[in-house]
């Protein structure tokens, strides 16, 4: 029942008075005229009563408000819960009467507290919204009208937005604590979520209060609809980053055989050129076209399918790039470009093949990753296999490559050969599909192979085999020793040379001895050493002396080059002369090079002549060369003698003269003398002078 404000107020100014009035007048009074009773609390003992003897006191039930109260005894219960929304003010009158029938009224006036017994009420506690994918951020979803709460007691609202799904929550969120309206936070991606659930609390208490709080929810249901944002993907494309927004397509290649017209779409790799809407549930149609790289309109590529199609033969072996476009029909904006290369290469007339069906080979079990398999029964060749193919005058096929099929336990190489991918633990066989193919071509052959994993104990001593790290180990132990032993060998050669001075220089000039010795015969050196019978009597008119500045050994001197007697009648005679001249250059070198330094080279030749030495030989440079002379050559008379010998003899020293001069290549300017001793000799004696300048420039021979 609704109390008018006025009387209301009037009832609670006048109160007092007729309480005292009545506790004056009366024989019944009450403890508190005006009690405050909590809502929704009953029963509750509102007041206390006291009654006079001879007077009694009852609820007046001609007001509303009493059905809620009752007396017991001497006190005044409210029996009935009271809702403070509903009735804030409860009036009760109470009549007190006497003996004779008198009565007066008790008015109390009970005020209801308000409790916080009521929760928030949400007007639509389910939403849905349906959301474009490309809605700019910021953009109103659910507005504040459709989200605020009410409370029944008149509580302020505390709101909170969060969300069912992981990691959406950063997309949707609420204006404010107390305003619940739901804005876009972050820009939206269907290929992340294509819906969200978000749950809006109402609370009449703050969240870090600690009364009783009571709440309220709301449920809105967000469905992102898709929008044509991307362009169109060529595939197969592989994503970045497993973003699902971004996938990236490898560029097509294909090959076509020059002078040749293809009349079905070209075979590409990895796969014919296709595009598709990235945003399926739009699945915009998308067509093809070249617009670049096409030289001479050789291809055309089909609209609708993206087939790629010859127009013309190819005469060049020049490679194609083509530029391939996929566009959206309902929006040219959205396109893509991928790159087509076409290869031009020869016709292969043959397909490649292996010469066996099957192939065997056997592993050991336990060998480490990268082992070879090696051939069943002969476990040290390693497995090799090998397509062959026509096309080749040797049959192979320099483009092929080679993979295996169902197995990850080996792998292969670009040369054919087995090995193991991972430790084999134990033993069994395996069986492997091979594969050949050409590169170019793209055609295939295939084979099998059979591998034995065996144990490593059922193998002999003389099988032992060794693995490919084992053999590296091995070469590189063996280049080595060879390193060092080449600088071994280079150290003593390097030593040698200074110890024997320089060996190539010494039979250099042995054979150039041995060559001039041959060529140019100095027949008084002949007859001389080993005179003949015939010829004594000649030889005892021409017998010639030699003399040099500084003596020189003599016939002793020349023995100890030989070992025997034998050796030296064994030797040429028109050698001897040289083959002295170079032993003496030999010890001379030999000396200079003990002392270390260059010596200075002291003539060993004389002007004067031993005239008085019957049988006594000699051959010299002179000092001083007379200017007039030039390349003449002088014979001083000592001795008489026949014109014709002389003559005979000073060719024959000319030819000696030269034959020194020939083998005197060491570039020393020095004079060398030689000297024989002909003991049997008892002819007068004749001098021959031989003078050479420094320079080389001419010669004089004087024969006295």
């Known amino acids: 029942m609704a109390i008018p404000h006025w009387l209301l107020m009037s009832a609670l100014f006048l109160l007092p008075l007729l309480a005292q009035i009545s506790a004056q007048e009366l024989g019944c009074s009450v403890s508190n005229n005006n009690p405050s009773v909590p809502e929704n609390q009953c029963p509750y003992v509102v007041a206390t009563i006291r009654v006079q003897p001879g007077f009694t006191l009852t609820i007046d039930p001609n007001f509303p408000d009493g059905q809620f109260f009752t007396i017991e005894g001497s006190e005044l219960r409210l029996t009935k819960c009271v809702d403070?929304?509903?009735?804030?003010?409860?009036?009760?009158?109470?009549?007190?009467?006497?003996?004779?029938?008198?009565?007066?009224?008790?008015?109390?006036?009970?005020?209801?507290?308000?409790?916080?017994?009521?929760?928030?009420?949400?007007?639509?506690?389910?939403?849905?919204?349906?959301?474009?994918?490309?809605?700019?951020?910021?953009?109103?979803?659910?507005?504040?009208?459709?989200?605020?709460?009410?409370?029944?007691?008149?509580?302020?609202?505390?709101?909170?937005?969060?969300?069912?799904?992981?990691?959406?929550?950063?997309?949707?969120?609420?204006?404010?604590?107390?305003?619940?309206?739901?804005?876009?936070?972050?820009?939206?991606?269907?290929?992340?979520?294509?819906?969200?659930?978000?749950?809006?609390?109402?609370?009449?208490?703050?969240?870090?209060?600690?009364?009783?709080?009571?709440?309220?929810?709301?449920?809105?249901?967000?469905?992102?609809?898709?929008?044509?944002?991307?362009?169109?993907?060529?595939?197969p494309c592989t994503q970045l980053?497993?973003?699902?927004?971004?996938?990236?397509?490898?560029?097509?290649?294909?090959?076509?055989?020059?002078?040749e017209m293809a009349t079905a779409p070209l075979l590409l790799e990895p796969g014919p050129i296709y595009a598709v809407d990235p945003d399926y549930t739009i699945n915009d149609r998308i067509v093809y076209r070249i617009v670049g790289g096409n030289t001479n309109e050789v291809f055309s590529v089909d609209?609708?399918?993206?087939?790629?199609?010859?127009?013309?033969?190819?005469?060049?072996?020049?490679?194609?790039?083509?530029?391939?476009?996929?566009?959206?029909?309902?929006?040219?904006?959205?396109?893509?470009?991928?790159?087509?290369?076409?290869?031009?290469?020869n016709k292969s007339n043959f397909p490649p093949y292996f010469e066996k069906g099957v192939y065997n080979g056997m592993v050991f079990v336990g060998l480490p990753q990268g082992s070879f398999v090696y051939q069943a029964g002969d476990p040290s060749t390693p497995l090799v296999i090998t397509a062959m193919d026509q096309d080749f005058p040797d049959k192979v096929n320099p483009n092929m490559e080679y993979y295996l099929?169902?197995?990850?336990?080996?792998?292969?190489?670009?040369?054919?050969?087995?090995?193991?991918?991972?430790?084999?633990?134990?033993?069994?066989?395996?069986?492997?599909?091979?594969v050949g193919k050409d590169v170019l071509s793209l055609q295939e052959a295939s084979t099998i192979i059979v591998v034995e994993v065996i144990l490593a104990t059922a193998v002999t001593p003389s099988d032992?085999?060794?693995?490919?790290?084992?053999?590296?180990?091995?070469?590189?132990?063996?280049?080595?020793?060879?390193?060092i032993a080449l600088v071994f060998l280079g150290v003593l050669i390097w030593k040698s040379s200074r110890w024997y001075r320089k060996p190539f220089k010494y039979l250099v000039k042995k054979k150039v001895s041995k060559e001039i010795s041959g060529g140019h015969q100095n027949k008084y050196y002949q007859e001389d050493e080993e005179p003949d019978v015939s010829t004594k009597q000649h030889e005892t008119s021409e017998t010639s002396s030699v003399r040099a500045e500084t003596p020189v050994p003599e016939q002793p001197a020349l023995a100890s080059h030989f070992s025997s007697a034998e050796e030296t009648e064994s030797l040429p005679k028109s050698s001897i002369a040289s083959t002295v001249i170079f032993d003496q250059e030999e010890e001379e070198e030999e000396k200079e090079e003990e002392a270390g330094q260059e010596k200075e080279v002291k003539s060993i030749l004389k002007t004067d002549r031993h005239v008085a030495d019957d049988g006594y030989k000699a051959v010299w440079f002179k000092t001083d060369v007379d200017p007039e002379a030039g390349e003449r050559v002088q014979v001083i008379e000592d001795n008489?003698?026949?014109?014709?010998?002389?003559?005979?003899?000073?060719?024959?020293?000319?030819?000696?003269?030269?034959?020194?001069?020939?083998?005197?290549?060491?570039?020393?300017?020095?004079?060398?003398?030689?000297?024989?001793?002909?003991?049997?000799?008892?002819?007068?004696?004749?001098?021959?002078?031989?003078?050479m300048s420094h320079t080389g420039a001419g010669t004089d021979v004087t024969e006295i």
Request: charged residues 25%.
């Open 405 to 434: 099929k169902n197995s990850t336990d080996f792998i292969i190489t670009r040369d054919g050969l087995i090995l193991t991918n991972k430790v084999l633990e134990s033993p069994g066989t395996v069986t492997i599909q091979a």
């Open 303 to 345: 609209a609708d399918t993206g087939n790629l199609t010859m127009n013309k033969i190819v005469t060049s072996p020049d490679s194609f790039l083509l530029q391939v476009m996929a566009t959206q029909v309902s929006n040219i904006r959205k396109y893509s470009v991928a790159t087509v290369e076409i290869k031009v290469i």
């Open 640 to 691: 008489a003698a026949d014109d014709d010998n002389d003559d005979d003899s000073d060719q024959d020293l000319q030819k000696n003269e030269e034959e020194e001069e020939g083998s005197d290549t060491d570039g020393h300017h020095r004079g060398l003398g030689v000297s024989f001793s002909s003991e049997s000799s008892s002819l007068p004696a004749a001098e021959v002078t031989v003078n």
């Open 241 to 259: 980053h497993n973003d699902a927004s971004v996938c990236i397509s490898s560029p097509y290649s294909g090959r076509v055989n020059i002078s």
């Open 464 to 483: 032992k085999m060794y693995t490919a790290q084992d053999m590296a180990i091995l070469g590189g132990t063996l280049a080595a020793l060879l390193l």
């Open 84 to 235: 403070y929304e509903e009735d804030p003010v409860l009036l009760v009158y109470l009549t007190c009467k006497d003996s004779a029938g008198q009565s007066d009224s008790l008015q109390i006036l009970i005020t209801i507290l308000n409790e916080n017994d009521n929760p928030p009420v949400f007007r639509q506690p389910n939403i849905t919204r349906d959301v474009p994918e490309d809605t700019e951020v910021d953009t109103v979803i659910v507005a504040r009208e459709e989200v605020t709460a009410s409370d029944a007691d008149l509580d302020t609202i505390y709101y909170e937005l969060t969300t069912t799904e992981q990691n959406t929550d950063s997309y949707f969120a609420i204006r404010g604590v107390n305003n619940p309206e739901i804005y876009l936070q972050t820009a939206l991606d269907y290929d992340k979520f294509n819906s969200a659930t978000l749950l809006l609390y109402a609370r009449d208490r703050p969240v870090t209060s600690s009364e009783a709080t009571n709440t309220a929810t709301a449920t809105i249901t967000i469905t992102i609809k898709q929008s044509d944002t991307r362009a169109p993907w060529f595939l």
